[in-house]
Protein backbone atom coordinates (compact mmCIF):
# COMPACT_ATOMS: atom_id res chain seq x y z
CA UNK A 1 0.00 0.00 0.00
CA UNK A 2 2.03 3.24 -0.79
CA UNK A 3 1.11 5.92 1.55
CA UNK A 4 -1.16 9.60 1.18
CA UNK A 5 1.90 11.19 3.17
CA UNK A 6 5.29 11.86 2.11
CA UNK A 7 9.16 11.55 3.49
CA UNK A 8 9.94 14.42 5.16
CA UNK A 9 13.58 16.00 5.54
CA UNK A 10 15.63 15.61 8.43
CA UNK A 11 17.36 18.39 9.22
CA UNK A 12 19.87 19.63 11.50
CA UNK A 13 19.00 23.14 13.32
CA UNK A 14 22.55 24.38 13.08
CA UNK A 15 21.81 27.75 14.51
CA UNK A 16 20.16 26.24 17.67
CA UNK A 17 22.74 24.19 17.66
CA UNK A 18 25.50 26.00 18.23
CA UNK A 19 23.95 28.32 20.81
CA UNK A 20 22.45 25.51 22.92
CA UNK A 21 25.82 23.14 22.41
CA UNK A 22 23.21 20.59 21.06
CA UNK A 23 22.57 18.58 18.04
CA UNK A 24 19.26 19.96 17.50
CA UNK A 25 17.00 17.90 14.64
CA UNK A 26 14.13 18.94 12.77
CA UNK A 27 11.49 16.64 11.32
CA UNK A 28 10.04 18.68 8.51
CA UNK A 29 6.12 17.51 9.04
CA UNK A 30 5.18 21.37 7.62
CA UNK A 31 6.55 19.57 3.96
CA UNK A 32 3.74 17.32 3.79
CA UNK A 33 0.72 18.02 0.95
CA UNK A 34 -1.26 18.74 3.54
CA UNK A 35 0.83 21.18 5.39
CA UNK A 36 0.88 19.10 8.48
CA UNK A 37 1.58 15.74 9.89
CA UNK A 38 -1.83 15.06 10.03
CA UNK A 39 -1.82 13.24 6.71
CA UNK A 40 0.08 10.21 8.00
CA UNK A 41 -3.11 9.35 10.30
CA UNK A 42 -6.03 10.65 8.83
CA UNK A 43 -4.54 9.52 5.57
CA UNK A 44 -4.19 5.58 6.71
CA UNK A 45 -7.73 6.26 8.30
CA UNK A 46 -9.36 6.65 4.83
CA UNK A 47 -6.64 4.16 2.80
CA UNK A 48 -8.47 1.50 5.29
CA UNK A 49 -11.90 2.70 5.31
CA UNK A 50 -11.64 3.02 1.26
CA UNK A 51 -10.61 -0.80 1.40
CA UNK A 52 -13.92 -1.57 3.46
CA UNK A 53 -15.92 0.29 0.78
CA UNK A 54 -16.06 3.79 2.63
CA UNK A 55 -17.85 5.91 0.22
CA UNK A 56 -17.79 9.02 0.96
CA UNK A 57 -15.88 10.50 4.37
CA UNK A 58 -17.02 13.66 6.63
CA UNK A 59 -14.31 15.22 8.94
CA UNK A 60 -15.38 17.48 11.21
CA UNK A 61 -12.96 20.53 11.44
CA UNK A 62 -11.98 24.00 9.92
CA UNK A 63 -8.78 23.56 10.84
CA UNK A 64 -5.44 21.29 9.32
CA UNK A 65 -7.69 18.07 10.44
CA UNK A 66 -10.15 18.78 7.96
CA UNK A 67 -7.67 20.15 5.21
CA UNK A 68 -5.80 16.86 5.44
CA UNK A 69 -9.22 14.83 5.04
CA UNK A 70 -9.75 16.57 2.07
CA UNK A 71 -6.16 15.66 0.60
CA UNK A 72 -6.53 12.37 1.12
CA UNK A 73 -10.26 12.08 0.28
CA UNK A 74 -9.64 13.74 -3.07
CA UNK A 75 -6.46 11.65 -3.70
CA UNK A 76 -8.55 8.05 -2.95
CA UNK A 77 -11.10 9.97 -5.36
CA UNK A 78 -14.04 9.55 -3.03
CA UNK A 79 -16.78 11.78 -2.28
CA UNK A 80 -15.36 14.40 1.09
CA UNK A 81 -17.33 16.82 3.16
CA UNK A 82 -15.78 19.02 5.32
CA UNK A 83 -18.47 20.69 8.27
CA UNK A 84 -16.89 23.64 9.60
CA UNK A 85 -18.35 26.18 12.41
CA UNK A 86 -18.91 29.55 11.03
CA UNK A 87 -15.87 30.89 12.57
CA UNK A 88 -13.79 28.93 10.33
CA UNK A 89 -12.16 31.69 7.93
CA UNK A 90 -13.06 32.03 4.28
CA UNK A 91 -9.43 31.32 2.95
CA UNK A 92 -9.30 27.93 4.34
CA UNK A 93 -13.00 26.93 3.35
CA UNK A 94 -11.85 28.05 -0.32
CA UNK A 95 -8.55 26.06 0.66
CA UNK A 96 -10.52 22.71 1.22
CA UNK A 97 -12.55 24.02 -1.95
CA UNK A 98 -9.75 24.35 -4.21
CA UNK A 99 -8.69 20.98 -3.72
CA UNK A 100 -11.75 19.45 -4.51
CA UNK A 101 -13.84 18.42 -1.33
CA UNK A 102 -17.32 20.07 -0.14
CA UNK A 103 -17.52 22.21 2.61
CA UNK A 104 -20.66 22.93 4.75
CA UNK A 105 -20.86 25.35 7.41
CA UNK A 106 -22.67 24.18 10.22
CA UNK A 107 -23.27 26.04 13.93
CA UNK A 108 -21.05 28.43 15.47
CA UNK A 109 -18.91 25.89 17.62
CA UNK A 110 -16.98 22.71 16.75
CA UNK A 111 -19.63 20.67 18.46
CA UNK A 112 -22.14 21.43 16.54
CA UNK A 113 -19.94 20.94 13.14
CA UNK A 114 -19.21 17.78 14.86
CA UNK A 115 -23.11 17.06 15.68
CA UNK A 116 -23.83 17.96 11.66
CA UNK A 117 -20.66 15.55 11.14
CA UNK A 118 -22.23 12.69 12.76
CA UNK A 119 -25.90 13.16 11.58
CA UNK A 120 -24.58 13.10 8.08
CA UNK A 121 -22.46 9.94 8.65
CA UNK A 122 -25.77 7.85 9.37
CA UNK A 123 -25.99 7.70 5.29
CA UNK A 124 -24.92 4.19 3.96
CA UNK A 125 -21.44 4.61 3.09
CA UNK A 126 -20.25 7.53 5.25
CA UNK A 127 -17.06 7.50 7.48
CA UNK A 128 -16.49 10.00 10.14
CA UNK A 129 -13.08 10.83 10.43
CA UNK A 130 -11.94 12.33 14.12
CA UNK A 131 -9.29 14.95 14.18
CA UNK A 132 -7.57 12.55 16.87
CA UNK A 133 -9.13 10.00 18.48
CA UNK A 134 -8.54 6.46 16.58
CA UNK A 135 -6.40 3.61 16.38
CA UNK A 136 -5.70 4.15 12.95
CA UNK A 137 -4.64 7.88 13.11
CA UNK A 138 -2.16 6.47 15.95
CA UNK A 139 -0.90 3.81 13.42
CA UNK A 140 -0.68 6.18 10.70
CA UNK A 141 1.28 9.06 12.60
CA UNK A 142 3.58 6.45 14.12
CA UNK A 143 5.18 6.55 10.83
CA UNK A 144 7.18 10.03 11.76
CA UNK A 145 9.06 7.72 13.91
CA UNK A 146 9.68 4.89 11.48
CA UNK A 147 10.81 7.07 9.28
CA UNK A 148 13.73 8.43 11.50
CA UNK A 149 14.45 5.16 13.61
CA UNK A 150 17.59 3.27 12.80
CA UNK A 151 18.82 6.36 11.17
CA UNK A 152 19.12 9.25 13.69
CA UNK A 153 20.79 8.85 17.00
CA UNK A 154 18.49 11.17 18.98
CA UNK A 155 17.74 11.30 23.15
CA UNK A 156 14.47 12.93 23.45
CA UNK A 157 11.72 14.04 21.17
CA UNK A 158 9.36 17.41 21.36
CA UNK A 159 6.35 17.52 19.98
CA UNK A 160 3.03 19.63 20.28
CA UNK A 161 -0.19 17.97 21.99
CA UNK A 162 -3.77 19.74 20.92
CA UNK A 163 -5.88 16.29 21.11
CA UNK A 164 -2.96 14.00 21.68
CA UNK A 165 -3.14 11.98 18.32
CA UNK A 166 0.49 12.91 17.17
CA UNK A 167 1.75 12.22 21.05
CA UNK A 168 0.04 8.87 20.75
CA UNK A 169 1.03 8.34 17.28
CA UNK A 170 4.76 9.11 18.52
CA UNK A 171 4.88 6.81 21.79
CA UNK A 172 3.66 3.91 19.45
CA UNK A 173 5.82 4.69 17.02
CA UNK A 174 8.96 4.83 19.59
CA UNK A 175 7.58 1.49 20.73
CA UNK A 176 7.77 -0.43 17.50
CA UNK A 177 10.42 0.87 16.92
CA UNK A 178 12.14 -0.31 20.20
CA UNK A 179 12.76 3.30 21.27
CA UNK A 180 10.45 2.91 24.22
CA UNK A 181 13.42 4.53 26.38
CA UNK A 182 13.10 7.84 24.92
CA UNK A 183 11.58 10.35 26.20
CA UNK A 184 8.85 12.60 24.39
CA UNK A 185 8.44 16.21 25.85
CA UNK A 186 4.59 17.27 25.06
CA UNK A 187 4.36 21.45 24.42
CA UNK A 188 1.38 23.36 25.08
CA UNK A 189 0.79 26.90 24.87
CA UNK A 190 -0.79 28.22 28.26
CA UNK A 191 -4.61 28.29 27.70
CA UNK A 192 -4.81 25.16 25.89
CA UNK A 193 -3.29 22.58 28.16
CA UNK A 194 -5.58 20.09 28.59
CA UNK A 195 -3.00 17.29 28.38
CA UNK A 196 -0.86 19.22 31.16
CA UNK A 197 -3.69 19.75 33.50
CA UNK A 198 -4.82 15.96 33.30
CA UNK A 199 -1.44 15.12 34.49
CA UNK A 200 -1.25 17.23 37.11
CA UNK A 201 -5.15 16.25 38.17
CA UNK A 202 -4.18 12.42 37.69
CA UNK A 203 -7.23 12.39 35.54
CA UNK A 204 -8.66 13.27 32.01
CA UNK A 205 -10.14 17.05 32.66
CA UNK A 206 -12.00 19.08 30.57
CA UNK A 207 -10.85 22.46 30.63
CA UNK A 208 -13.56 24.97 30.74
CA UNK A 209 -12.46 27.00 27.71
CA UNK A 210 -9.14 27.20 25.21
CA UNK A 211 -8.06 30.80 25.91
CA UNK A 212 -4.55 30.61 23.61
CA UNK A 213 -4.53 31.73 20.02
CA UNK A 214 -2.81 28.30 19.21
CA UNK A 215 -6.55 27.32 18.45
CA UNK A 216 -5.13 24.08 16.45
CA UNK A 217 -3.48 22.97 20.02
CA UNK A 218 -7.57 24.09 21.42
CA UNK A 219 -8.90 20.14 22.68
CA UNK A 220 -10.47 21.03 25.58
CA UNK A 221 -9.95 17.46 26.81
CA UNK A 222 -6.90 14.83 25.16
CA UNK A 223 -7.82 11.67 24.02
CA UNK A 224 -7.79 8.81 26.98
CA UNK A 225 -5.15 7.13 24.87
CA UNK A 226 -2.81 10.10 25.15
CA UNK A 227 -3.47 10.27 28.90
CA UNK A 228 -2.67 6.42 29.28
CA UNK A 229 0.86 7.08 27.15
CA UNK A 230 1.98 9.09 30.53
CA UNK A 231 0.96 6.63 32.97
CA UNK A 232 2.86 3.73 30.94
CA UNK A 233 6.07 6.11 29.87
CA UNK A 234 8.25 9.03 30.17
CA UNK A 235 6.70 12.06 28.92
CA UNK A 236 7.50 15.68 30.29
CA UNK A 237 4.31 17.93 29.61
CA UNK A 238 5.37 21.67 29.51
CA UNK A 239 3.44 24.50 28.74
CA UNK A 240 5.02 27.82 26.56
CA UNK A 241 3.20 31.48 26.34
CA UNK A 242 1.73 32.33 23.02
CA UNK A 243 4.00 35.04 23.00
CA UNK A 244 6.52 32.46 23.07
CA UNK A 245 5.26 30.15 20.07
CA UNK A 246 5.10 32.91 18.34
CA UNK A 247 8.13 34.61 18.95
CA UNK A 248 9.86 31.07 18.03
CA UNK A 249 7.68 30.65 14.61
CA UNK A 250 8.85 34.20 13.86
CA UNK A 251 12.90 32.92 14.75
CA UNK A 252 11.99 30.00 12.68
CA UNK A 253 10.85 31.61 9.88
CA UNK A 254 14.05 33.38 9.71
CA UNK A 255 15.90 30.47 10.42
CA UNK A 256 14.53 28.00 8.15
CA UNK A 257 12.88 29.89 5.88
CA UNK A 258 9.48 28.28 6.23
CA UNK A 259 6.43 29.07 7.82
CA UNK A 260 4.64 27.59 10.54
CA UNK A 261 1.67 27.42 13.18
CA UNK A 262 2.25 29.07 16.79
CA UNK A 263 0.61 25.52 17.69
CA UNK A 264 3.75 24.33 16.00
CA UNK A 265 5.67 27.18 17.70
CA UNK A 266 4.92 25.51 21.02
CA UNK A 267 7.48 23.35 20.01
CA UNK A 268 10.08 24.85 18.82
CA UNK A 269 10.08 27.11 21.21
CA UNK A 270 10.85 24.56 24.06
CA UNK A 271 14.04 24.67 21.86
CA UNK A 272 14.47 28.34 21.15
CA UNK A 273 13.76 29.20 25.11
CA UNK A 274 16.30 26.35 26.15
CA UNK A 275 13.67 25.35 29.14
CA UNK A 276 15.08 23.31 31.59
CA UNK A 277 13.63 20.46 30.40
CA UNK A 278 16.42 20.34 27.82
CA UNK A 279 19.01 20.21 29.79
CA UNK A 280 19.54 16.40 30.45
CA UNK A 281 19.45 16.01 26.13
CA UNK A 282 22.53 16.23 23.65
CA UNK A 283 20.25 15.42 20.58
CA UNK A 284 16.93 16.70 20.71
CA UNK A 285 14.42 15.81 17.86
CA UNK A 286 11.53 18.08 17.33
CA UNK A 287 8.52 17.25 15.08
CA UNK A 288 8.10 20.37 13.04
CA UNK A 289 4.00 19.84 12.92
CA UNK A 290 3.40 22.33 10.09
CA UNK A 291 -0.13 23.85 9.72
CA UNK A 292 -1.48 25.95 7.35
CA UNK A 293 -3.39 28.99 9.66
CA UNK A 294 -0.38 30.94 8.81
CA UNK A 295 0.73 33.79 6.41
CA UNK A 296 3.10 36.27 6.64
CA UNK A 297 -0.34 38.89 7.62
CA UNK A 298 -0.90 36.46 10.54
CA UNK A 299 2.49 36.23 11.89
CA UNK A 300 3.04 40.65 11.54
CA UNK A 301 -0.45 40.90 13.50
CA UNK A 302 0.83 38.69 16.49
CA UNK A 303 3.58 40.05 16.70
CA UNK A 304 2.62 43.54 17.11
CA UNK A 305 -0.26 41.56 19.28
CA UNK A 306 2.85 39.89 21.65
CA UNK A 307 5.27 43.31 20.92
CA UNK A 308 7.74 40.80 19.90
CA UNK A 309 10.69 42.65 18.37
C1 LIG B 1 -3.33 18.78 14.78
C2 LIG B 1 -2.15 19.59 15.03
C3 LIG B 1 -1.52 19.60 16.28
C4 LIG B 1 -2.03 18.81 17.45
O1 LIG B 1 -2.16 17.45 17.16
P1 LIG B 1 -3.05 16.51 18.08
O2 LIG B 1 -2.98 15.19 17.41
O3 LIG B 1 -4.44 17.09 18.08
O4 LIG B 1 -2.46 16.52 19.43
C5 LIG B 1 -0.40 20.38 16.44
N1 LIG B 1 0.08 21.12 15.44
C6 LIG B 1 -0.48 21.13 14.23
C7 LIG B 1 0.09 22.00 13.17
C8 LIG B 1 -1.62 20.37 13.97
O5 LIG B 1 -2.17 20.38 12.76
Not at 58 to 76: D, Q, R
Request: aromatic share 6%.
Amino acid sequence: MTHLHIPTPLLEHRALSASLDKQVWLKMENNQPSGSFKLRGIGLMCQRAAEQGAKHFVCPSGGNAGFAAAVAGVALGLQTTIVVPETTHESVRAAIRAIGATVIVAGSVWDEANQEALRLCEQPGAVYIPPFDHADIWDGNATVIDEVAGKLDFDAIICSVGGGGLLSGIALGLERNGLGHIPIIAAETEGAASLHAAVQAGELVTLPAITSIASTLGARRVAQQAFDWTRKRTIHTVTVSDAQAVQACLAFADDMLALVEPACGAALAVAYQNLPVLAEFKKPLIVVCGGIAVDLGKLQAWKNQFQLT
